[in-house]
């Protein structure tokens, strides 16, 4: 029997656990949702003012979801609408565009209590990390499912009979049917249904493609209670996204399309990183190819940009999962055909490097190079996977006198650890005898530098600002339609975000609608607060996400270069002749 939802709890607060769950619980009041990890330092974080990892607008869900909110009041016009009328001396504003919004109690909670919160759930999300396996069976390819099934098995023993398990990590295909063996392992006779819910989020836009999915895909075993465990998840999303975009299919064709859809994107960036190769073997211009080929509506215009290659936790593990998979069920050329993927990523990197080598006679002795970027892409500290290290590990061959790290969103101390810890086998921090310095700013970083590479597509490196699409946060949304029980969470966080954008409410700062209650406190040893006080950096980078993000003054950084001033742009973010005029010697990928 499938009990109404009244409870959930997320196993995993990590990139996926923590905002899916927060925005379950913003969406849902009347949900109780509690995430849980083992990881005390980071639930402490999460239960602090020092969310443990960085994206946009994650804040401003956990503040009120969390924190709970206090009543407030709007007025449900547009503000010139209400500039008008105010200023003909009238009041024209009628009752009912007075909008009362109530207070709500805080719904979303952060615990290590793994087994106590598990028991209380009626639906059980696992969203804990499935990397690739590094050594035994499938070592290099295979998921490494250890915490994935040590997790299943703790829910196999505490799940309350009913509950329904689902597999929010991006798992194996078939993984279900590992989990309902353990399930029958520790809970013989028991029925739990199980449910693949993959997530489609990309880091650096989570919170918006979590308010706005493209598709929330449900799988289910095509039985009654099947059906009815994938309506009663269907139900936690039906509070905010149309019903036409929640698909319901099975949960093989559910796990398998979430490799696929990893797989396929990372192949069209493979692709077009071939063809920027070809265009500079033969004169052409990869930015025109690309944008002719987005004309074609079958192409498509995304996922089109040439650059370094591709990072990140996902497209790699999840491709090699592809691959395992292939090679398993005895597919060797479909193995192939998608290695032939990670085969073109590395290429393209590789390439990268041996071009900016090649710029000074294959002699990087007594040079300074700096690296503009190092997070994986931009509009996040997250640096897993980031084509950034493995340019850096090839540099450091090459001997350069310096390489200089600049990151406007990465902590600079994660970023030193980080390199202490993947670069072992030679000296690679300069306080270790090594050639690397981090920096925390830009201008420092490029003094003295031979040559500058763009290595992470951060709006701050651009030349020209990138061309705004309009975004929600660009026009007044209201008035909102009239609704039963008031404007939805939806509606109110537009009105929060254009708020914010707007500069008469800039007094206000984070809470133009005044509905914050205040964040819970931290001890007076609070680490977190000390890593801010000694060096403005959170552990999770640069957070403060309302700061302006002031362009780099590139005539300042040219005038502090050496000759030749190479600057090498990996991700095709600035105005080749307008940085030629400046001074600089510029080199482009697809160029
Ligand atoms: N990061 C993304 O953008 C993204 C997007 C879509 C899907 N995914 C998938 O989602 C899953 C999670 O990815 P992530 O990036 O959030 O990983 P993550 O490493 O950020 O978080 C995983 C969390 O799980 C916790 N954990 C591990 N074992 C545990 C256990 N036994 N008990 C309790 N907690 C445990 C860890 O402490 C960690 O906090 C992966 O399968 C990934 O492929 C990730
Ligand atoms: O045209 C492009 C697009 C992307 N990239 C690079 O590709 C990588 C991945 O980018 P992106 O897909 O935007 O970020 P991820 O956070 O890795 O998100 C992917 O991986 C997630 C984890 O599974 C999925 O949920 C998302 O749907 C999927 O887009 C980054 O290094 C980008 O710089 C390019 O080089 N060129």
């Not at 990881?39 to 979801?65: K, T």
């Not at 520790?186 to 489609?200: K, V, W």
């Not at 390489?403 to 921090?429: R, S």
């Not at 950096?537 to 003054?553: F, H, M, Q, V, W």
Request: proline residues 7%.
């Amino acid at each position: 029997m499938i009990r109404p939802v009244t409870n959930i709890c997320c196993v995993g607060a990590g990139y996926v656990g923590g905002p899916t769950a927060a925005i379950m619980a913003y969406q849902n009041p009347h949900l109780r949702v509690t995430v849980v990890d083992n990881n005390e330092q980071r639930i402490r974080r999460w239960n602090s003012e020092h969310l443990p990892i960085y994206e946009p607008g994650l804040g401003d869900i956990v503040r009120i979801a969390r924190d709970g909110s206090r009543q407030f009041q709007f007025t449900n016009k547009p503000i010139d609408q209400h500039q008008q009328s105010t200023s003909l001396g009238q009041n024209f504003l009628q009752h009912d565009e007075q909008v009362t919004v109530p207070a709500r109690s805080p719904n979303l909670f952060f615990s290590t209590q793994v087994g106590e919160c598990i028991r209380e759930a009626d639906i059980v999300l696992i969203a804990v990390n499935t990397p690739s396996r590094t050594k035994g069976v499938g070592a290099g390819s295979a998921t490494n499912m250890s915490s994935f099934n040590g997790v299943a098995r703790v829910v196999a023993q505490h799940a309350r009979p009913g509950a329904i398990i689902v597999e929010k990590s991006t798992v194996p295909c078939m993984t279900s049917k590992s989990v309902k063996r353990i399930l029958a392992l520790y809970r013989p006779g028991i029925h739990f249904e199980i449910l693949s819910n993959p997530e489609f989020l990309a880091a650096g836009s989570a919170m918006k493609d979590l308010m706005y999915p493209e598709r929330v895909l449900i799988g289910s075993e095509l039985t009654p209670t099947g059906r009815l465990a994938s309506a009663a998840l269907a139900s936690v999303y039906a509070a905010w996204v149309p019903p036409s975009r929640i698909i319901t299919v099975d949960i093989f064709s559910s796990e398998l399309v979430k490799l696929v859809a990893n797989s396929m994107l990372a192949q069209r960036v493979s692709s077009i990183n071939s063809v920027s190769a070809l265009c500079e073997k033969v004169g052409a211009d990869i930015d025109a190819v690309a944008s002719i080929l987005g004309a074609d509506s079958r192409i498509g215009d995304k996922f089109l940009k040439a650059g370094i290659g591709f990072g990140g936790s996902c497209f790699k593990k999840d491709l090699l999962g592809m691959i395992y998979l292939a090679e398993t069920v005895h597919l060797p050329e479909v193995a192939e055909y998608w290695r032939q993927v990670i085969v073109m990523n590395e290429f393209q990197r590789d390439r990268f490097v041996r071009r900016v080598v090649a710029c000074f006679d294959n002699c990087l002795a007594s040079l300074k190079i700096t690296l503009l970027g190092y997070a994986f892409k931009a509009n996040t500290s997250d640096t897993r996977e980031t084509p950034a290290l493995g340019i850096i590990k090839m540099l450091l061959h090459e001997d350069p006198v310096e390489i200089a790290i600049f990151d406007p969103c990465c902590n600079p101390e994660v970023v030193k650890a980080e390199i202490k810890a993947l670069i072992q086998d030679e000296p690679a921090l300069k306080e270790d005898g090594g050639p690397i310095v981090v920096y925390s700013d830009a201008y420092d970083a490029c003094a003295g530098s031979d040559a500058v590479l763009i290595t992470t597509d951060f709006d701050e490196f651009r030349s020209t600002p990138k061309e705004g699409e309009p975004t929600a946060e660009s026009a007044d949304p209201r008035p909102f339609p009239p609704h039963l029980h008031g404007p939805t969470e939806t509606e109110i966080l537009s009105l929060h975000k254009y708020l914010l954008s707007v500069p008469s409410s800039a007094d206000k700062i984070d809470d133009p609608l005044g509905r914050y209650l205040p964040e819970p406190a931290c001890e007076s040893n609070c680490p977190d607060c000390g890593l801010i006080k000694t060096s403005g950096y959170s552990t999770a980078g640069n957070t403060d996400e309302n700061r302006p993000k002031i362009p780099l003054d590139w005539q300042r950084i040219v005038v502090d270069m050496n000759p030749p001033k190479l600057l090498f742009d990996g991700k095709g973010i600035i105005d080749a002749e307008e940085m030629s005029e400046l001074g600089f010697q510029v080199e482009r990928i697809g160029h």
